[in-house]
């Protein structure tokens, strides 16, 4: 059985790597990428490595961990490199999934059937997109899977006992010192009370002791960047949570609703994910009905605390495909057993659901130039993406026909593996902006004119990082600060004015307009935030 085991997570990793490790920097930054980038660069290069900021401003609204190892990350590969900064979370996504295959065998499931889920989990879309983007949601649930997985031992086993214990301990502090108590309650909490009701917590009356040392070494781990901020720092830590936790109530509010579309966070999945959690059809079905029960459980529970919680946004549920990658394994292990046997009432979804993945990639070389501005050496990424889209699309065909539902699912993985090794330079071609102009050309400006920059009273996060340096801001909330300096560059943003009133000492020259967007301004996507006006003061 040995080396079963070592050539499913071997490959595992390999798929781990194609997905999350290929063309890093393909994607341009995203707003929560740069307040993170940015927090990771001030700690670099002004030494703010507890007390953390963005723009030179107190930024205690996430914890420091994912940050540390960015900028860890960072001063060895370099700060310039974007794929230095986004390795972190591909590293805890890789994390994720090989600790999600490990803890899948403790459930009684064959090793194969761990493998599916594993690979179930790396393919599901916003897995993908979180290993590849530079936000600590993956941290948090990484780290609290690792956890999970050594308390799942604890519970069931005397053998390892303050093994189990101590790096459940850890661990479960990483995930906190990460995103705070988001993963607690959106996997850990859910995970708990599945256990609870599938599996009880028997001959636990010998193991208080232990979870104690738990609960405090956990708490411990996790909690301590809070408390020194609070005792260094605390007008500026009270506001914040003050704002953070009004924000849970009153911000991006949703109905309890909004999450039960769930399962088509994970993309490609989504039918076999659906099709998975119909308890009543699939229940007899399986190869461990307690086991299944229990990953059932769980998903349903994630999306209600979840549901329960008035801010919603569609990232807050990438707990959620956790366990539900482990529950669609029940759907395709099912598949691998008795595909040839099924009737046409249960093959007409599995048809419906790779067929429309093969029309997909056999239809690519067709459709893409319609949207692609090829030239140059995109045309052979084109090709080479366009061959490998198509042939695996005529391979699902041809495996259909052979009745090889094995070779289908694993050539699905291929078919998104393809997508980024082959399809992600192409993204380029995509971006279309005739208005575009870097801050760090002005950047360059200031630093070859000797002159400081200022923006009026707000900051975008993308606009502090593509500029390279903090902004110091002139207005905000309480007061409004002028210059001193005989000369000096003020961005604006274009929603706002800018007069010789506000400015009576100083002549104003409007210069130039830097647009951070990617996209072209007719589309959807374009905003508005990415723009500041560049104006030139002197004193006269």
Known sequence: MKPKFHRYLLALIGVCILIFFFNLDAIYVNIMEARNFGS??????????????????????????????????????????????????????????????????LLNITRKQAFIAALVAVTSFYIIFSGRNGQWDI?????????IYFLFQFFRDQRKLWRNVILAGIFFGFSILSKGP?????????????????YKFQEFSKK????????VLGLSVGLWWFAYVRIADPIAFLDIAKDEASNWGSYNIRPFYYYWSFFTQSGIWTIPSFVALLYPYLKNKVSNKKAYRFTVLWTFLSVILLS??????????????????????????????????LKLNEKWIVYFNFGLIAIIGITFPIIAPFFLKLSGIYYLWYTLTSIALAGIGFGIFYFFKRKKIAKIFYLTISFICM?????????????????????????????????????????????????????????????FSIPKENIFGLLISPNDTITSEMFPK???????????????????????????????????
Request: include cysteine; charged fraction near 20%; proline fraction near 7%.
């Open 208 to 215: 208080w002791g232990a979870l104690i040392v738990f609960i």
């Open 419 to 479: 997508i980024i090794i082959l399809g992600f330079p192409l993204v380029d071609t995509l971006i279309n902006n005739p208005n575009y102009k870097a801050f760090s050309e002005l950047r360059k400006l200031s630093e070859k004119q000797q002159f400081e920059v200022y923006a009026y009273k707000s900051f975008s996060p993308e606009i502090i990082w593509n500029y390279g340096e903090p902004i110091p801001i002139l207005k905000n909330d309480a007061s």
């Open 139 to 147: 941290f948090t649930h990484a780290f609290m899977m690792v956890a």
């Open 40 to 105: 990771a660069r001030e700690m670099l290069n002004m030494d703010h490595w507890l007390l953390t900021t963005l723009n030179d401003i107190p930024r205690y609204e996430k914890p420091p961990l994912p940050t540390w190892l960015t900028a860890i990350s960072a001063k060895i590969f370099g700060i310039e490199n974007l794929w230095a900064l986004r390795i972190p979370a591909a590293c805890a996504a890789t994390l994720l999934t090989v600790y999600l295959y490990k803890f899948s065998e």
């Open 506 to 540: 100083y002549s104003i020259e409007k210069v130039d307009r830097y647009d951070l967007n990617q996209v072209n301004p007719n589309k959807s996507g374009y905003k508005d935030r990415l723009i500041r006006d560049f104006y030139l003061l002197k004193k006269k």
């Open 182 to 198: 988001v993963s607690i309650y959106a996997l850990f909490l859910p995970f708990v009370i599945a256990y609870f009701l599938v």
């Open 308 to 341: 329960i919680i008035p801010e919603k946004k569609s990232r807050y549920l990438l707990p959620v495909l956790i366990p539900m990658a482990l529950n669609t394994s029940f759907y395709i292990e099912y598949l691998f057993r008795n595909y040839s046997i």
